[in-house]
């Protein structure tokens, strides 16, 4: 804020993964003036505007679980873009600088060196980050992503490690067995049946109306990370490293044959409870935010639909409802790291290509230890393919048993017993 000029400026970050929005009331700028926040449930209470719902708004969230960028579920209100300086001066004229965009460009980097860079980023993140910290907070999931993360933290930090599981099943036991070879310490966090229910109010303050609050993982579960300690996560590394949004053809997991044009009428999987397409404003909307994303990356517009600005997609919602909890950090959403994603090839990403030549040296000493979906980590495709196939032969397996009564409760069955069979003791 500069008092002599009377102006105000705001700098989004790279992909808005902290948020900031404007309310406008009526035509006249000049009269009515403004407001920005970074939380809009909270700008429209403070500006009057929480009974001007935007029906559109709540059409288009509920199709897709997601609202368009730029609105929000408030008519006035409005996302700030991304990477931009957003300048209002004294007369309520605004403008916007852009200071990156995520353009398309041919790719001239090296796929090794650009592997070893994503690590040597990573690393370099997480010692930042770990600077002068006796004790640290880990989100170790039984995926490979935040094993990641944890395997880059530098000794002798202390690491308590908190894993949120339904109970003390096979995931909750690979978390534990991590844990023991990297010398952390350990907590479940168990979810109650009806967790995301009975905490779903403050879940939605959360994550703001417009997310998806089913992605509150840690509400509730903060007291059980160290107090004033700051939290690292592996969010981030499918959106932005493994294609997780790239359009194609899936089997097992394995991506066979990739589409990264196909919109399917328009990008986001749509909620099973629409029986057919939109039309309308909800309609044009989309479509107009599907031609802006094209203009800048005309072969992967459908991927980058879904991840700028990164409340696109929904599986992010976590970061921003973490953020809020405790002091969490997401290596993976390092703006170097989101620039490098924009710069490689789709097909780098595919199949974990790119993702398992960064992180192989660091999955080193927990070479033995089994994803939660089955696969090895420190493996490439060779190796886990077979694997993903036969779990993938094992669900329907135990999908038809359920379906002719022989299994009577799939969701509470012991998975160390009926799921993978082949991890290494």
């Not at 109010?201 to 997310?211: F, M, P, T, V, Y």
């Not at 970061?319 to 790291?337: G, K, Q, W």
């Not at 033995?368 to 980590?377: A, C, L, M, N």
């Not at 032969?393 to 509470?412: M, P």
Request: proline share 6%; aromatic share 10%.
């Amino acid at each position: 804020m500069d008092k002599r000029d009377s102006s105000i400026d705001v700098v989004t970050d790279i992909n808005s993964f902290v948020p900031v929005y404007e309310y406008r009331s009526g035509s006249n700028e000049k009269e009515n003036g403004f407001a920005i926040g970074s939380h809009p449930d909270a700008l429209a209470l403070a500006t009057g505007q929480d009974h001007l719902i935007d029906e559109v708004s709540i059409a288009n969230f509920l199709t897709y679980k997601t609202v368009t960028f730029p609105y929000t579920m408030y008519r006035n209100i409005r996302q700030l873009p991304p990477a931009s300086s957003v300048r209002y001066d004294q007369a309520g004229n605004t403008s916007v600088d852009s200071y990156w965009v995520p353009a398309e460009k041919p790719c001239s980097m090296n796929f090794k060196k650009t592997a070893e860079k994503l690590r040597e980023i990573l690393q370099t993140n997480v010692k930042r980050i770990s600077d002068r910290q006796k004790t640290l907070g880990m989100m170790l999931s039984v995926g490979e992503d935040s094993r990641a993360i944890a395997t880059m933290i530098p000794q002798p930090v202390n690491v308590e490690t908190v894993t949120f599981v339904d109970s003390l099943n096979r995931e909750a036991r690979i978390a534990e067995q991590a844990c023991k070879i990297l010398g952390f310490s350990w907590k479940p966090a168990i979810r109650s049946p009806t967790h995301y229910l009975d905490h779903a109010a403050s879940s939605i303050r959360l994550s703001e109306s417009h997310n998806f609050f089913f992605h509150a993982h840690a509400n509730s579960f903060e007291t059980l990370f160290p107090k004033r300690a700051r939290i690292l996560g592996g969010l981030g590394a499918d959106a932005f490293f493994k294609g997780a949004r790239i359009q194609g053809y899936r089997k097992a997991g394995i991506m066979l044959k990739k589409d990264p044009r196909k919109w399917q009428y328009m990008p986001g999987k749509r909620s099973e409870y629409v029986s057919s397409e939109p039309s309308g404003e909800v309609h044009e909307r989309r479509i107009k935010r599907n031609s802006e994303i094209s203009t800048l990356r005309p072969q992967t517009c459908a991927e980058w639909h879904c991840l700028h600005p990164v409340h696109m997609n929904t599986n992010l919602t976590s970061e921003m409802i973490n953020r809020r909890l405790f002091p969490s950090y997401e290596p993976f959403c390092d703006a170097h790291v989101v620039k490098l994603s924009s710069a490689i090839p789709q097909h780098w990403q595919t199949n974990r290509r790119l993702y398992h030549a960064a992180m192989k040296p660091v999955f080193k000493n927990t070479w033995s230890i089994t994803h939660g979906k089955g696969f090895y980590p420190y493996y490439g495709l060779m190796v886990n393919a077979p694997l993903l196939v036969i779990r993938a032969v094992q669900a329907r397996l135990r999908k038809y048993l359920k379906k002719v009564g022989i299994i009577r409760n799939l969701k509470t069955m012991d998975h160390g017993r009926y799921g993978m069979m082949w991890s290494l003791p």
